[in-house]
């Protein structure tokens, strides 16, 4: 079942950046893509306890700040090691000038 | 400085790896300078600028030094072509492999992975193997029972350290170490970092090295030549005391079990010859707190968060004459260690608990 959620006004996010939301004891991360799309996915790297918006953006990819694991957030597949499960991602919408994120 | 302790046991499966993960010190949180999100955001940015520079420049430099080796192999002149091409061979390859295994070197993906292998042939090292030890090594740097890449443990091995700069130790481990993973066999230790699903691969990574090595000795023994085996393989040993001098003072003789990599990693500061060796690595402090800033970001990174970090070492020199009296010590008192001074306007090791403290007073 949808459950949405506010996660931040769209200028909250830089352009090709990433921005930490936390909620319900839960971490997220949200995305601003270069082509200006919003993304979201859990916050932590799958690998070890690191938050991933203290990461860097490129293109389509989020690198992990601790030991440079990649992954592209759109999808949130792993991309090679030290990462090899996939990130959960969830969708997203942007209304009123919000970022609303689907965490149900 | 001394406190009452106990033998550090330094296998990744015993007495310390237990006691590591219970008292909280295995995958902790570690300390990390205060740097705005845009500053930092623009020192981790990637380009392939710098690193194709350097390394159109390494790559010629092998390729002239080797030519140098077949030219005048025989006579004395062979020897400034040795000392080049062994160093370029025996010890740049550590931080071409260092960096491209963080993938920071490049911003392009494949371009750090062939860096990273070549690299990591040449170091003879399992690529698969050292990833995963690497990623250890920054999840709990100098953490007893849990660092992959501790390299001298206490109390410290002397003898073992000095042969180190010889490569004949590091030679000794690491070509009966890929042989053995040749044959499909991991140790328990290595099973401890490297993911199962990542096992096989290091298996494979290590039977390519062993191709490559059988066919450089099949070659020269059907030349009657040394000369390959100068070439490939031999420089791990003549050409890697400067990998072994500067690697050696990331961590020698500091702190172990912090979480403060101010405490327990050393920042030396350089000639450009050597930092172009070592890609700047000399900027340790700042490379594992920040292991996201490419190599060529360091000095920016340094300038802008020396306020909050130990003295760097002014020479390489200076660093081992500080170290040596330290590392005596520890051959009787292993729990003796050099402990790295914070400048008055560093924040202190573990602040929150200083935090506390002030909190506490001014609430007496």
């Known amino acids: 079942m949808a459950d949405w959620v506010e996660a931040c006004a769209v200028d909250d996010v830089d352009e090709e950046d990433v921005i930490r939301f936390d909620h319900g004891g839960r971490s997220f991360a949200i995305y601003r893509s270069p082509d200006d799309e919003f993304f979201a996915t859990d916050g932590f790297c799958t690998h070890e306890k690191a938050h991933l918006a203290d990461g860097l953006v490129m293109d389509d990819i989020i690198e992990c700040p601790k030991h440079n694991g990649r992954f592209n957030y759109k999808t949130g597949q792993a991309k090679g090691a030290p990462v090899c499960v996939d990130l959960k991602t969830y969708p997203v919408k942007v209304e009123d000038g919000k970022v609303m994120i689907d965490i149900g | ?364």
């Open chain 2, 1 to 364: 400085m001394t406190a009452a302790g106990t033998k550090r046991d330094y296998s990744l499966v015993g007495e310390s790896t237990r006691r590591a993960i219970e008292t909280g010190l295995a995958s902790a949180e570690w300390y990390h300078t205060d740097v705005a999100r845009r500053t930092m955001k623009e020192l981790m940015q990637r380009s392939d600028g710098p690193a194709i520079r350097d390394t159109v420049i390494w790559i010629a430099a092998i390729l002239g030094s080797a030519a140098g080796i077949i030219w005048f192999w025989g006579m004395w002149w062979v020897v400034p072509f040795l000392f080049v091409y062994g160093v370029l061979y025996g010890s740049s390859s550590d931080s071409r492999w260092h960096e491209c295994g963080h993938g920071t070197a490049f911003r392009t993906r494949w371009m750090n992975d062939v860096v990273y292998h070549i690299a990591s042939f040449m170091l003879m090292r399992n690529p698969v193997q050292w990833r995963w030890s690497h990623a250890r090594h920054h999840t709990d740097t100098i953490i007893v029972g849990r660092d992959a890449e501790i390299s001298v443990m206490r109390p410290p091995d002397l003898l073992k350290a000095a042969l180190a700069f010889t490569g004949i130790l590091d030679f000794r481990y690491s070509l009966p170490t890929l042989v053995r993973q040749a044959l499909g066999k991991l140790s328990d230790e290595e099973k401890s970092y490297i993911p199962e699903v990542e096992q096989g691969k290091a298996v494979v990574a290590a039977s390519w090295h062993m191709v490559v090595y059988i066919a450089t000795i099949a070659v020269a023994i059907a030349l009657g030549s040394w000369i390959p085996l100068v070439l490939i393989g031999l420089p791990r040993l003549y050409g890697t005391w400067h990998m072994v001098m500067t690697g050696l003072l990331q961590h020698i003789g500091l702190a172990d079990n912090v979480t403060d990599h101010r405490l327990n990693t050393r920042t030396v500061y350089m000639n450009p010859v050597s930092r172009f060796i070592y890609w700047n690595m000399n900027y340790h402090v700042e490379h594992h707190m920040f292991p996201m800033v490419p190599y060529h970001a360091l000095p920016r990174l340094h300038e802008l968060i020396k306020h909050d970090l130990p003295q760097p070492n002014p020479s390489v020199w200076h660093a081992y004459r500080e170290v040596w009296p330290v590392l005596l010590r520890q051959l009787k008192y292993e729990d003796y260690y050099l402990k790295r001074e914070l400048p008055p306007t560093a924040k202190p090791y573990r602040c929150e608990f200083h935090q506390v403290d002030v909190a506490a007073a001014a609430a007496e």
